[in-house]
């Protein structure tokens, strides 16, 4: 299962800073990750993904670390900007399983 | 990337009514669709699984005859909310796996549900 019902934690940055949000996950048979990006009353985006036969990747002012020894998944915002302001779910699933399961969300607030 | 409409965005009803929310992969076939609930400040919350031409999989603790989940077509998934009451108040968003696109699983805008 995912979780459910947990208060969100917090991440407040000052805007050009780097944010890191962190995730750490259960299953070790996970083998797809995948980071997304939640802004107020929305659906939340696709950010970035990353499978289990890498430790790091790169996009656009994103990268995302995985850490499979400590099931730790981290993402990693450069410069951030007012924009990046939401709420940011790591979620993991696992090859032919129909589940993916979601962390319990961080919600970044950059501060002009 | 692939575009998930959920339609309505917003919905006020009265306590005791039916209310439907669509789910449409515009772009792709979904042959699985999911739907959650959303609280304010907190999680996603998956309420069920919806499979393609195959009656859906609830989670513990979802009434399926309150949340009624259909999903005829490969593009098309709607859940309605039975007898609606204000504790169903909430949001509701769904969300389309693309079998194609790595498993990633792409999200509607999501409905936000008042009943009053």
């Known amino acids: 299962g995912e979780s459910v019902g947990l208060h969100l934690p917090t991440l407040s940055v000052q805007e050009g800073d780097n944010s890191i949000i962190n995730c750490a996950y259960s299953n070790s048979a996970s083998d797809y990750f995948i980071w997304y990006k939640q802004e107020s009353g929305k659906g939340p985006q696709f950010i970035i993904d990353?499978?289990?036969?890498?430790d790091k990747r790169q996009g656009q002012r994103v990268t995302v670390l995985l850490n499979k020894t400590v099931k730790h998944l981290s993402l990693q915002i450069a410069a951030t900007q007012p924009g990046d302001s939401a709420v940011y779910f790591c979620?993991?699933?696992?090859?032919?399983?129909?589940?993916?399961?979601f962390g319990a969300g961080t919600r970044l607030t950059v501060k002009p | 990337g692939a575009v998930v409409s959920q339609h309505p965005s917003w919905v006020i009803c009265k306590s005791g009514t039916s209310v439907k929310i669509e789910c449409r992969s515009l772009d792709f076939q979904a042959t699985t669709m999911f739907w959650y609930r959303q609280f304010p400040k907190q999680s996603l919350m998956l309420m069920a699984t919806s499979n393609e031409g195959s009656k859906a999989t609830y989670e513990q603790g979802v009434e399926k005859d309150k949340f009624l989940i259909n999903h005829a077509s490969l593009t098309l998934s709607t859940l309605t909310v039975t007898s609606a009451h204000p504790e169903d108040s909430s949001f509701y968003i769904c969300s389309a796996r693309d079998w194609e696109a790595k498993n990633i699983q792409y999200f509607g805008a999501g409905t936000r549900l008042s009943v009053l």
């Open positions: 990353i499978r289990s036969n890498m």
């Open positions: 979620a993991e699933t696992e090859k032919g399983n129909n589940d993916m399961r």
